[in-house]
């Protein structure tokens, strides 16, 4: 790595000041529990940040253990001085990745700038795994342990989900009443490929609430190129999605996953000092919401189903619960659902581990803080007879369900917002629910 300085980490040096070395973050930080390392904790590595910057410590010293980061920001919650630990975080990162020569690198950017965002290539992607997984090739390659010397790329295939048939939402169709508040869905790219179902549980719940529902034109949010440190990606793809996504004239625009509100809600600070875009951007980040939050701003419409039962824990997604603060709405909108039991999940706001592309990049200290989490996941199972893990993000709900079936759990994740459609439609006979 050649030495050039760290213009973004120097912006935010008073936000790093702020740390008065107290160490109430340390028992937040999941890297910090699992290994034990002052170097792998927010403190540790805020110290690490500015040995770097005052030239004492060199960016390959440092540059490791702020990419074991998951970037949680659980620390931030548990800060008494208000540290703004992600912000200091994803600066830093951007500066050591403009400096990153590697070819490592260089395939990164490649995913994030050409690959994520051309969604018509994740959906022939998508369809082609799927055909992998319907025709019973995986269940070959899985049980003849095919990629057993590939170790990587067999912990990748254990994560994905069973895909669904994709039904896209078409773009610019109007859903719901006329007359009713106007919202546009972004829809993503993870999130519609290997969950595409939610969306339209999205639709159907928000239309029930009095909604006019459209899915602009749009791109990718760009949240997975941020974490890495790639935000100059980010901040193109935030332009075209602000040109595209406020002509549409939205009182809210809405998302169901919660690692891409999180960022979302930052292209106004991400787009602060662009002459053309600064106004737009903030205007875009004030009318962000995630579904759970905008649904929460009102009373319910009444519900059709009265015939669930099922007993449901909650986790709460860091990107939800630490970053857009969105910490009960989740659990107050479900605990109205008749025949819904909610039962606590003890350490419901610590990380799964999935943190958006960690698991495939770290999956050994991935697994470990999945395992941590599942701990407490058995016990609201087996002691508290949950048999639905309710989460907000993709990230989770893969890694999670894969937790589950390594802990052979008799549980399924669910994202809330399949769950409150399910109360909205009319009950369907035992014969034909299955
Ligand atoms: S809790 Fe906040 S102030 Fe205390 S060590 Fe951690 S980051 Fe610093
Ligand atoms: S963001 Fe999460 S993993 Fe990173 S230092 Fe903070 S608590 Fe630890």
Redesign the pocket.
Known sequence: MSQTPLPHLQVELDKLKACIHCGM?LP?????RVTGSEA???R??LYLMKKMLEGDLSADAVGPHLD?????????TVCPSGVQ??TV?LGTREDLAQRDTSSKRKVKRYIFKHILPNHALLVIGGALLRFYQRIGLRKLVRQFKILKPFPKLDYQERLLPDLPKRKALPTNMVFGDLNGEPVSLLTGCVMDIFYNPVHWDTVEVLVANGYRVTVPEQQCCGALAHHAGETDITRELARLNIDDILKTNPKWIVVNSAGCGSTLKEYGHLLAGDPLYETRAAEFSAKMVDVMELLAKKPLAPFRNYAMHETITYHAA?HLY?VQKVKTEPIELLAQIPGIELVPLENAEA?CGS?GIYNVEHPELSTEILDSKMSYVKAACQGQGATTLATGNPGCHLQLEKGIQANQLPMRVRHPISILAEAYRAPQNKDSNG
């Open positions: 973050c937040a930080c999941p890297t910090y792998e904790s927010p540790g590595r074991q980061c998951l970037a949680c920001h659980g620390c931030e630990y992600g975080l860091c630490h990380c943190a």
